[in-house]
């Protein structure tokens, strides 16, 4: 994924850990509109789980309770 030392740091985290469960409890939930996306760097879908985990580990200084909470509000479905 991330080639930088401060991503590498946050991917191996308990808080990455954590954030990866929550992503995946909303990609179970029927709640959010969680549907892989095409990414060219990967030359095929990427997964919601992976698009967002990657997004934090290049933004490390964003607080990621934030993130985690906009998020669930853009991809609920109403």
Request: cysteine-free; overall charge positive; charged content about 20%.
């Amino acid at each position: 994924m991330s080639n930088t030392l401060s991503a590498q740091k946050f991917l191996k985290s308990t808080e990455a850990e954590e954030i990866r469960s929550i992503l995946r409890g909303m990609m179970k939930s029927r709640e959010f509109n969680t549907t892989s996306t095409y990414s060219p760097s990967s030359e095929g879908p990427l997964s919601f789980e992976d698009k967002h985990m990657l997004y934090l580990s290049q933004h490390t200084a964003m607080n990621p309770s934030h993130y985690l909470s906009n998020l669930r509000l853009i991809t609920k479905i109403r």
